[in-house]
């Protein structure tokens, strides 16, 4: 496929009259496979200037059309029609799917043809920066371009802070400018439950709101804030959200943690520990020892309903089970943990783990969804169909692509993004630990340690975004950006990267984060890592 781009590129090459590539130079993040300059002529893009919509692809248009006016300095969106001239957007199945071809001539105006409408969602995204870069006069040339990884995805954990559906979106509208296509959303967590379930409203009344924040990173000295915090979001609220990234051809996969990580569950709900013990929702950081209960029945069915409604509210195909950080202290106390291990022939607490996760697999699936969990899920001996988040490192994915597992590459040296940005943390406040500078995300290689057949097992690379030391969106964007840029480039354009021309991409993407008014952290542009 990648073959006939080329080809139909040098044939429009030719067809356009366009010679040798000049000195004039488009700087685009992620890096398209293919850009041919032409050495002279431009299209001069502004406000006036119309959208051109075939197949009838109106959302696409809209959204280009809407954020477009605070840039031209519009009172009303841009105006789109079915006839004229100015930006035509079209598809045409011989692109490849999330491809897309765009010609800037004086025949075609701007053309973008995409293999499917997420290829034209695409085609825009990278006109966008285009016309930031150039003020609207945007140089002749042919653009053809494809992502590498078919999964590009983005974590955001609303658990440890509460962020209300405005800030979603303006997090998923980031998210689509660089291209990404999954929201992986952490809904509940020992700090708060975030969604909304009919059959057990407690998990909100009471689960989502916890006394008091820590502000330290622990022993020595403890502190906490004193002030309450919590949210959910109601069932209207997360189909807003998932409409809203469905537009912008971001799919969202729900997490829902079990059996650990699950303290906020365990408030709401006492039965769902081994004991009943009355617990808080938590107001600490790290690893609880209290989780739900794998030995009684009534944990599984309170599982499944809750499953239930997250597959009605939620068309994604992959649904997050955590699976991560479970300690087993209780369970070895616990007479049904020990009553089920003996009824299955279970030898260790880690194999009642793999029973439970490999239980909820297949409910899953019953109802037409595929599981997806952190690598811990490795540990209880894993199915061959689930697959597997890599996050303690690369090594489980690795294990799991040679299994012949899935795998989404997001080990937490390259990929946390709640990690210290600079060597020296001067001025980043207090956060969760690690070091992991713009440099490090740009140069890692997801594919290390793997043959050409096992890499086919990663469908896909992702970066994650704890919220412990993030209290709002200021902050959230300041750890986001400008590592996801870093970050596209991996998943969009792996095997284009290039170290001798980012920085100077950087500065021009600058700008575009700038006119849209996104906050990002200034010490990749300062030097500092
Ligand atoms: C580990 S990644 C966790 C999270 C924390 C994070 C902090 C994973 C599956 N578990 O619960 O928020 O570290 O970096």
Redesign the pocket.
Known sequence: MRKLIYLFAIMATTLMGIGEASARKLHIVPEPAYIDMATEGEFVVTGKTKIVVWDDMWSVADIFAEEMMEYFNLKKPMATGKRGTGIKIRTDRFVPEEGYEMTISEEEGVLIIGGTERGVFYGLQTLKQMIVETDGHLPYCFIADEPNFKYRGVHM?VC?HFFPVEDVKRYIDILAAHKVNRLHWHLT?DQGWRIQIDAYPELTEKGSMRKETLTSHGLNPISWDGTPHGGYYTKEDIREVIDYAAKRYITIIPEIEMPG?AQAALHALPWLGCEEQEVDVWTC?GVTPEVMCAGKETTYTFLENVLLEVIDLFPSELIHIGG??CPKDRWKECEHCQAKMKELGLENEEQLQGYLVARIEKFLNAHGRQMIG?DEILDGGVTPTATIMS?RGTEGGIYAAKRGNDVVMTP?KFC?F?FYQTESREGEGLL?GGHTPFEKVYGWNPYEGLSNDERKHIIGVQC?L?S?YLKNMEMLERQLLPRLAAMSEVQWATERRDESTIREKMEVLRRYYDSRGWNYAPYYFEGRK
């Open positions: 954990d440890r967590d990580h950081w991560d950080e952190w996050w937490l946390y709640d969760i994650n704890w412990e």
